[in-house]
């Protein structure tokens, strides 16, 4: 074994996802606006395993993500706020896609939540997609176009459709208390 360490570098997505996952849990983050080492309080609240991460790739990930409209900086007091914008929410919502999931309630509400979508044959790729992200969610489907899910399921389903660019035209959400065949869908979720 050698005597020196070897550390991995995170690459620069993977200091943007940080950027986005430590302003989306924590809201903002304060860093003293007159202080020389902006860069190295950037790091420290990104994460424990500070050695990941290279100061210039850190910093330029912070100001990339500044030019394109996803921080918003503030000035108060001797300290800068940095938080993200509408579009920074956006992007952020992204990067969790991968990590989406329903949350189950221990209560069931007695309501369905349907999923009608309308997604052009010139966007196939969009619609199977779709159509595959909702598998993954765990929704069944009724017909082709139209999955049905009884958990509450709107934050996703919204994060979804700004994932692949659709509109509510093409991708609706409906809450339904009644179903034609609801005992065998019951039984399906075990509610």
């Given amino acids: 074994m050698s005597k020196y360490k070897y550390y991995f570098r995170k690459p620069r997505g993977e200091i943007v996802k940080d950027i986005f996952r430590l302003l989306a ?9 007159s202080s020389p080492y902006f860069t190295v309080n950037l790091i420290n609240a990104l994460g424990k395993d500070k050695k990941s991460y290279n100061k210039r790739s850190a910093s330029n990930a912070f ?4 030019k394109q409209g996803c921080l918003k900086i503030e000035h108060r007091n001797r300290q800068m706020y940095i938080s993200l914008t509408e579009e920074g929410r956006r992007k952020a919502g992204i990067f969790q896609i991968n990590n989406l999931r ?7 509400d007695r309501k369905w939540r349907v999923v009608v979508f309308d997604i052009s044959e010139l966007t196939r790729i969009k619609r199977d997609g779709f159509r595959g992200f909702l598998k993954t969610l ?5 017909q082709q176009s139209v999955w049905i899910q009884p958990y509450n399921c709107k934050d996703e389903i919204d ?5 692949f ?9 409906l809450v339904v208390e ?12 075990e509610v």
């Fill in 25 to 33: 849990i924590s809201g903002a983050v304060v860093v003293a606006a």
């Fill in 63 to 66: 100001y990339r993500l500044r």
């Fill in 102 to 108: 329903i949350q189950k309630q221990k209560r069931w």
């Fill in 138 to 142: 765990g929704f069944y489907p009724l």
């Fill in 159 to 163: 994060l979804l459709r700004d994932f």
């Fill in 165 to 173: 660019g659709l509109s509510k035209k093409e991708v609706n959400l």
């Fill in 178 to 189: 009644t179903i034609e065949d609801g005992a065998s869908l019951r039984q399906r979720f």
